[in-house]
């Protein structure tokens, strides 16, 4: 069963704008992490932010977590044609090894 | 370091048939995970090896698919036989740690006719 919901399903928006994606999953997690999935290919692991956590930054990548609304987002600023992707969060569990994987937002840049 | 690698990248088969897909893991990487990724949602997860161990198959249908790690490195997952509803892309993981970045191969796109 998935774990997370991302929203929005689908997103389109002009290359310089931001694009904000967010997730909610349903249990009590340890980490959540955020991958970009290009069409064709592999996962590529964005970031990972801790449960104890609240923001992390990487490059053009913010994350937040809020543990009580049991959600997080990712925002990717300035976006480019490359960022054209779909985007994915993932959460474990403690006691629980395994990754769960959200359904994905699907983000096309406009150039 | 080299990725992850997979074989084949597609695999077109009637079904019924058997079918093999074979995963390199990063050198070094104990723990190595089969995900299956129907089109329009997220990967789940098939089984998670540590080394040539099975730490989680819970997902796995049993009956029909089967996956061995031998030697802890190279890994191999089969389905025999096959249905239209295994039609998915078939991605690999490993990682150095569990609860640590997992490392994907480019999958292996099925299509079962």
């Known amino acids: 069963s998935q774990q997370g919901e991302e929203d929005p399903q689908a997103l389109s928006i002009q290359e310089g704008e931001n694009a904000t994606m967010n997730c909610s999953y349903k249990t009590s997690i340890n980490n959540l992490q955020w991958y970009r999935q290009n069409s064709g290919r592999g996962l590529v692991h964005l970031i990972l932010?801790?449960?104890?956590?609240r923001e992390k930054h990487s490059g053009r990548l913010r994350v937040t977590l809020d543990t009580s609304k049991k959600s997080s987002s990712l925002l990717i600023t300035a976006s480019r044609a490359a960022d054209t992707a779909s985007y994915f969060c993932a959460t474990d569990n403690f006691g629980n090894e395994k990754l769960t994987f959200g359904t994905g937002t699907r983000l096309t840049i406009i150039p | 370091e080299a990725g992850v690698a997979q074989s084949p990248r597609y695999k077109i088969i009637e079904k019924r048939q058997s079918v093999a897909f074979w995963c390199n893991p990063i050198?070094?990487?104990?723990?190595l995970y089969w995900y299956q990724q129907i089109l329009g949602q997220g990967p789940k997860l098939l089984i998670q090896f540590q080394n040539n161990g099975v730490v989680d198959d819970s997902q796995l249908p049993k009956d029909r698919f089967s996956a061995e790690r031998l030697k802890g490195v190279d890994s191999t997952l089969k389905i025999q036989p096959a249905k239209l509803e295994d039609s998915a892309v078939y991605l690999c993981?490993?990682?150095?740690?569990?609860?640590?970045?997992?490392?994907f191969g480019p999958g292996t796109r099925l299509t079962v006719l």
């Open positions: 993981a490993s990682t150095n740690r569990i609860w640590d970045t997992q490392y």
């Open positions: 050198s070094g990487h104990a723990t």
């Open positions: 932010i801790r449960s104890n956590e």
